[in-house]
C-alpha cells in the first residue's frame, strides 16, 4: 500500500516537475515579467535550462530599458559565477519621460554581501553615433571590482554610494568610433588617463592630458603649405552636476602651445601691405586657461584666457568675463578684450574692448616711429587713439559712435610735406539710421613744391540718412589758412565756408574770404562734369591792393569798386566771365590815375584768355603834365592783350594812341596831338620866362624794342599863328651877353608872332628829348621876318619828376596812402 502511494506521490512529483521544466519560460515571465515592469524594463526573450552541474544556462536573454537593448547569450550562472559569452547593446535616443525634470540622487545601492562574480566575455555597443560598434570585455575579480579591457581600457570600483576608477583612451579609437564627417579629428591626436567618480549625482574626472593638432593648409597660388601645430600637455579636472547640468572643467594646469611653420604668412593675401603683417605676426604662442571653465543651462562660462606671443614679437591678448549661450553664442556674448601689441616695426598698438551681445565699446592706441613701407608716404611721429561705441553690429546697420583722433609730427606724400598734424574724427549713428561725420584737422605747415601753407584748420560735418532711398549726405566746411606763399604770389587770412550735397554727385557752394577778397564759388561735381560758377560781390577795390603790391610794390589802388561773375567747367578747361571796375583810382610811386571805368567780358578755353573789345574810361591821369578824359579800348586775344584807340586831352588840346600790344617785344606806337596849347606845354617850367601862345599839333613814333621805349623820327608843328615873348630867362640873356654879334637876331625872338613852326622830336631810352625847331615869324617892332632855327636837348624823365613831385594833388593822395600803409 505505502509503496503504491510511494509510487503514486513519485509520479505526480516527477510529473509536477516535467510540467514545470516544459513550461519554465511562460511560468518564469508569468512570475516575474510583471515586477521588472514596474522597473521599466521588458524581457522580450528568455530560454534557459539546468545543466548536469546543476548550473543555470541561458541560451539567450533579450531586455528593453527606455528605448535601450540588451541581448545576453550563452549565460552559464551558479552560486559563484556568471559567464557571458556574448552580449551586445544598442544605444538609441532616450524617451521623452514626464519625470525628466526630477532631481538626481545620491547613490543608496543595496549591495549583497555575497553574489556570483560577473564575467563578459565581449559586450558590443552599437550606435548610430559610433562609425563602428565598440567591443569590450568586463571581468570581476573580486566582489564590485571591475576591470574592462578592449576598445577601451579601464577599472571600477563599485561602493554602496559611489562608483569609481579608471580608464586610458586616446585618438585611435576615437578616429574609428565616432561618426562624424568633419576631416580635421584625422589631425588630431591625444592620449590621456583618467580616474573618474560617481555618486549619483556628481560626475568627476581628473588625470593627464596629452594632445596635439597638426593641421596642413594647401596654397591655391603658390606650392607652399602651411602647417599649424597645436599642443596641450598638463592634467584636467572635469565635474558634472546631474540635477544643476553644471559643466565645469579645470584647466589651469595645461600647458598650451601654438606653432606656426614661416610660410603660415603666405594665408595672407597678396597686396601691397601683406609684407608688413607678414613680419609683424608671430609663429608661435602660448595659450593660458583659466582655473575653471563653466558651461551651465547652456550658459558657458571663461573667466579669463590669455594668449601671448613667444619671441621678440610681443603680442598680449587677454580675455576676461566671458558668458555666452551656445544655442545663440553671438547674440548673448559677454567679454572683456585687452590686447597689446609692440614689435620692432610697431611701438605700440593696445585695444580694451567690452562685447555684450551685439554691442561693443572701448579704446585704442596706436603709435608708430614712421609708416610701413607699403603706404604712399612716409611719416614721423604717428600716434593715432580713439575710443568706440557701437551696438547692433551683427547683421544689421551699426548704431553708436567711433572717434579717431590722429597726430603726425611730420608727414612727406606725393609730393607734400606737411608738420604736425592734428585730426579728430567722429562718425556716430542713431536708430533711424541718420548718420553724422565731423572731422576737425589742424596744420601747422605745408609745403608743395614752391608752394607753402600755414596755420591751417578745417572743420567738415556730415549728415545723411542710412535707410532705404537713394543717399543725400549734407555737407559743411569752415576752412581758415593763416597764409599762402610762393615766389610768385602770397595770400594771407583766407577763411572759407562752405556747404554742399553729395548724392550721385557733389553740389557746393563757398564762400571764401582771401585777402578781404569776398567770393562765393558754386560747383556740382559729377563723374561726367564739374560745372562751377563764381560771383564776386561788389566790394572795395582796396582789398585788390595785397594782390597789387606783390607784384608791383609801388603800385596801389585808392579808391574804387569791382564786381564780377565767372562760370564754366573744371574738367574741360573753359570759363566764361564778366567784371566790372568803377570808380577806380590808382597811385603807381608820383603817377596818378583817378576813376577808371570799365565792364569787361570774355571767355578761357584751353589754356587760351579772350577778352572782348572792351571801352574804358579813365577821368584824370596826372605824371608832371595831366590828362583828362581818357577814352579807348583794350581786348585780349589768345592770352595777348591790345589797347587801341585811345583819346584824351592834355595841354588843352586832344590826342590819340592807335594800337598797343602789351607785352610786344618789338612794335611802335603812334601817338598824335591835335589843339595842343602852346602855352600850357612851354610853361610846364614856369620860371622859365618863356612865354608861348598859340596852337600846335604833331604825331610821335613810339618805338618798343624789348624793354626799351624811344621816339624817332617825330614832329611837332603849328596850327595857325602864335607869339613868342621871352623875358628874364637866364640863359638866354647869357647868350645874348657873351655873343653880342647875335644880340639883334635873338633879340627878334623876344617878342615874335609865329607864323609857322616845325620841330623834328627824338627821344632816347635813356630820356634825353631832342628836338630840331625852326621858328618862321614876324617882329613887329622892328618891323622885320624871322626865320631860326634852333636845337634843343633836355632830359624830360627829369622835368617831368620835378613837375610831379610839385604836383599838390598828387602829393596829398601820396602823403594818404603812405599814413595808412605805414
Request: proline share 3%; aromatic share 8%.
Amino acid at each position: 500500500m505505502f509503496k503504491r502511494v510511494g509510487l503514486i506521490v513519485g509520479a505526480v512529483l516527477l510529473s509536477t516537475l516535467l510540467l514545470g521544466y516544459v513550461f519554465r519560460l511562460p511560468l518564469l515571465q508569468w512570475a516575474i515579467a510583471p515586477e521588472l515592469k514596474k522597473a521599466g524594463i521588458t524581457l522580450s526573450c528568455l530560454d534557459f535550462s539546468i545543466t548536469s552541474e546543476l548550473n543555470i544556462h541561458a541560451d539567450k536573454v533579450c531586455v528593453n530599458y527606455q528605448n535601450q537593448q540588451l541581448q545576453l547569450t550563452g549565460i552559464t550562472a551558479n552560486t559563484k559565477r556568471v559567464d557571458i559569452e556574448n552580449a551586445v547593446l544598442t544605444v538609441n535616443s532616450l524617451p521623452k519621460s514626464d519625470n525628466a525634470n526630477q532631481l538626481a540622487k545620491n547613490l543608496d545601492l543595496a549591495l549583497p554581501l555575497n553574489r556570483p562574480l560577473i564575467n563578459i566575455k565581449q559586450l558590443v555597443v552599437k550606435s548610430n553615433e559610433l562609425n563602428k560598434p565598440l567591443r569590450i570585455s568586463i571581468l570581476e575579480p573580486e566582489l564590485n571590482k571591475f576591470n574592462v579591457s578592449g576598445d577601451i581600457n579601464a577599472s571600477a570600483i563599485l561602493t554602496a554610494n559611489k562608483v569609481s576608477g579608471q580608464f586610458e583612451i586616446n585618438d585611435t579609437l576615437l578616429k574609428q568610433v565616432i561618426n562624424t564627417k568633419n576631416t580635421l579629428i584625422a589631425d588630431f591626436n591625444f592620449n590621456t588617463q583618467q580616474a573618474f567618480s560617481f555618486d549619483g549625482i556628481k560626475f568627476e574626472l581628473n588625470g593627464g592630458i596629452s594632445s596635439q593638432f597638426t593641421h596642413t593648409y594647401e596654397f591655391s597660388h603658390t606650392n607652399q603649405q602651411c602647417q599649424i601645430n597645436v599642443l596641450t600637455t598638463g592634467k584636467l579636472t572635469t565635474h558634472f552636476n546631474l540635477n544643476s547640468q553644471a559643466l565645469m572643467f579645470n584647466t589651469d594646469l595645461l600647458n598650451n602651445k601654438i606653432n606656426l611653420t614661416p610660410s603660415c604668412t603666405e594665408l595672407i593675401p597678396p597686396s601691397e601691405y601683406a609684407g608688413f603683417i607678414s613680419k609683424q605676426v608671430p609663429l608661435n604662442w602660448q595659450l593660458k586657461l583659466p582655473q575653471s571653465i563653466r558651461l551651465e543651462s547652456s550658459e558657458l562660462r571663461v573667466p579669463v584666457i590669455n594668449l601671448v606671443s613667444v619671441g621678440d614679437k610681443q603680442f598680449y591678448i587677454l580675455i576676461t568675463d566671458t558668458t555666452l549661450n551656445i544655442k545663440s553664442p553671438l547674440e548673448d556674448l559677454q567679454t572683456t578684450l585687452s590686447a597689446q601689441i609692440n614689435t620692432p616695426d610697431i611701438n605700440n598698438i593696445s585695444v580694451n574692448a567690452q562685447l555684450a551681445g551685439t554691442a561693443i565699446k572701448g579704446n585704442y592706441v596706436v603709435m608708430l616711429d614712421g609708416l610701413p613701407e607699403f603706404a604712399p608716404a612716409t611719416a614721423n611721429g604717428l600716434s593715432l587713439s580713439g575710443h568706440f561705441n557701437i551696438s547692433e553690429f551683427i547683421d544689421s546697420k551699426p548704431i553708436g559712435l567711433i572717434n579717431a583722433k590722429l597726430t603726425l609730427n611730420s608727414v612727406d606724400a606725393f609730393d607734400i610735406r606737411a608738420v604736425q598734424y592734428q585730426g579728430d574724427l567722429t562718425a556716430k549713428m542713431d536708430k533711424q539710421l541718420n548718420a553724422e561725420v565731423a572731422l576737425t584737422q589742424q596744420l601747422k605747415s605745408a609745403e608743395y613744391k614752391e608752394f607753402k601753407v600755414t596755420d591751417i584748420s578745417n572743420t567738415l560735418t556730415a549728415n545723411a540718412n542710412l535707410g532705404v532711398g537713394e543717399l543725400f549726405a549734407d555737407l559743411t566746411a569752415k576752412t581758415n589758412i593763416k597764409a599762402v606763399n610762393s615766389p610768385d604770389i602770397k595770400l594771407n587770412n583766407i577763411k572759407v565756408e562752405s556747404t554742399g550735397l553729395q548724392s550721385r554727385a557733389l553740389k557746393a557752394t563757398h564762400h571764401a574770404f582771401i585777402n578781404d577778397v569776398e567770393l562765393v564759388i558754386n560747383h556740382h561735381m559729377s563723374s561726367q562734369s564739374h560745372p562751377f560758377e563764381v560771383i564776386i560781390p561788389e566790394q572795395s577795390a582796396l582789398s585788390l591792393n595785397a594782390f597789387i603790391s606783390q607784384f608791383e610794390t609801388l603800385a596801389q589802388l585808392t579808391e574804387g569798386e569791382f564786381n564780377g561773375y565767372i562760370s564754366g567747367d573744371i574738367n574741360l578747361q573753359n570759363a566764361l566771365f564778366n567784371i566790372g571796375i568803377s570808380h577806380t583810382s590808382a597811385l603807381y610811386n608820383d603817377y596818378l590815375a583817378s576813376d577808371l571805368n570799365s565792364v569787361f567780358s570774355g571767355e578761357y578755353n584751353s589754356g587760351k584768355l579772350n577778352v572782348k573789345p572792351t571801352t574804358f574810361n579813365l577821368n584824370e591821369f596826372r605824371a608832371g603834365a595831366v590828362v583828362k578824359a581818357i577814352e579807348g579800348q583794350w581786348q585780349v586775344n589768345n592770352n595777348t592783350a591790345l589797347i587801341n584807340d585811345v583819346k584824351g586831352s592834355v595841354f588843352g588840346g586832344e590826342f590819340s594812341l592807335d594800337s598797343y600790344t602789351v607785352g610786344k617785344p618789338n612794335q611802335v606806337a603812334n601817338v598824335k596831338f591835335e589843339n595842343i596849347d602852346a602855352s600850357k606845354l612851354v610853361t610846364l617850367d614856369d620860371k622859365s620866362g618863356i612865354v608861348l601862345t598859340g596852337r600846335l599839333a604833331g604825331s610821335l613814333p613810339v618805338h618798343f624794342d624789348s624793354g626799351k621805349i624811344e621816339i624817332i623820327d617825330g614832329s611837332l608843328f603849328s596850327q595857325g599863328t602864335g607869339n613868342l615873348k621871352i623875358t628874364n630867362n637866364a640863359a638866354f640873356d647869357s647868350v645874348m651877353q657873351q655873343q653880342q654879334e647875335l644880340q639883334p637876331v635873338l633879340g627878334l625872338l623876344t617878342n615874335l608872332d609865329i607864323q609857322k613852326l616845325n620841330s623834328s622830336v627824338a627821344l632816347k631810352n635813356d630820356g634825353w628829348l631832342k628836338l630840331g625847331v625852326n621858328l618862321q615869324g614876324y617882329n613887329k617892332q622892328e618891323q622885320q621876318q624871322v626865320n631860326f632855327n634852333y636845337n634843343h636837348e633836355e632830359n624830360v624823365f627829369t622835368l617831368l619828376r620835378a613837375l610831379r613831385l610839385s604836383d599838390e594833388i598828387t602829393q596829398k593822395v601820396e602823403q594818404q596812402y603812405s599814413q595808412k600803409g605805414n
